[in-house]
């Protein structure tokens, strides 16, 4: 079976200072790895997603997310911190060996303080 | 391109009563799929359809129910409701083909529909 793990439901950091959201997955198979972010009543946003090839994608609004196999990690990540990035961030992972349907992980909530 | 949009926006039902919601994906998708979104058990999914067919399915009674019409809108349903079925609805549409091939394909996902049952 599938699975997808955000160990912390909560992350702070201070604007301007660097991100990490983390992420582990399980899968039978080869995983491709999303990750979204919601905002208050919105629907979910993609932000970047890693398929195959280099370890190190990069999405929207400046995040990037590092592909760990032998960790079985996709932490997103970003630079400099933005008050504008608080919100609802979730992984998901979809296993060609499994059913097809993604699963998503509980989310963490991102709060940037100014 | 247009995004993927919902039918009602907010809902307000009674126990017992059922729902229909509806969903028009992101012209050229055909696969659509529908999300349950809750504070305790966050997403769950609820099921898949592609090309009319429901591919795939969540854990969920028999009470939900879905369609997919041939210009690829899908519609949910849930009968008898129950004060557990508050939530937001979530729908998502991809280019994605099916079982079988690549689910390399990211989801679009609609604004939801906020259902609260009393």
């Known amino acids: 079976a599938q699975s997808v793990a955000q160990p912390e439901d909560q992350v702070n950091v201070a604007e301007g200072n660097p991100l990490t959201v983390k992420c582990t997955y399980s899968v039978s198979g080869n995983p491709y790895l999303f990750w979204y972010v919601q905002y208050p009543n919105r629907g979910l946003q993609f932000l970047l997603k890693?398929?195959?090839?280099?370890?190190l994608v990069k999405g929207s609004y400046g995040f990037e997310a590092e592909f760990n196999k032998s960790q079985t990690s996709f932490h997103l990540k970003k630079p400099s911190a933005l008050v504008s990035d608080s919100a609802l961030y979730f992984c998901?992972?979809?296993?060609?060996?499994?059913?097809?349907?993604?699963?998503f992980g509980p989310g963490t909530r991102l709060s940037v303080l100014p | 391109k247009a995004g993927v949009t919902q039918t009602p926006r907010y809902l307000i039902k009674t126990r017992g009563q059922q729902v229909t919601l509806s969903c028009s994906p992101i012209?050229?998708?055909?696969?659509v799929s529908w999300y349950q979104q809750t504070p305790g058990q966050g997403l769950q999914f609820l099921f898949e359809y592609f090309s009319e067919t429901q591919r795939n399915k969540g854990n969920f009674p028999g009470r939900f129910s879905g369609r997919q019409f041939s210009n690829s809108r899908s519609e949910m349903n849930v009968s008898t409701l129950e004060l557990g079925d508050s939530a937001l609805y979530l729908c998502a549409s991809s280019l994605h083909l099916g079982m079988g091939t690549s689910g390399g394909y990211e989801q679009y996902f609609g604004p939801g529909t906020r259902l609260t049952v009393t």
């Open positions: 012209s050229g998708h055909r696969s």
């Open positions: 998901a992972v979809r296993d060609d060996n499994y059913g097809q349907n993604f699963v």
């Open positions: 890693y398929i195959t090839g280099d370890n």
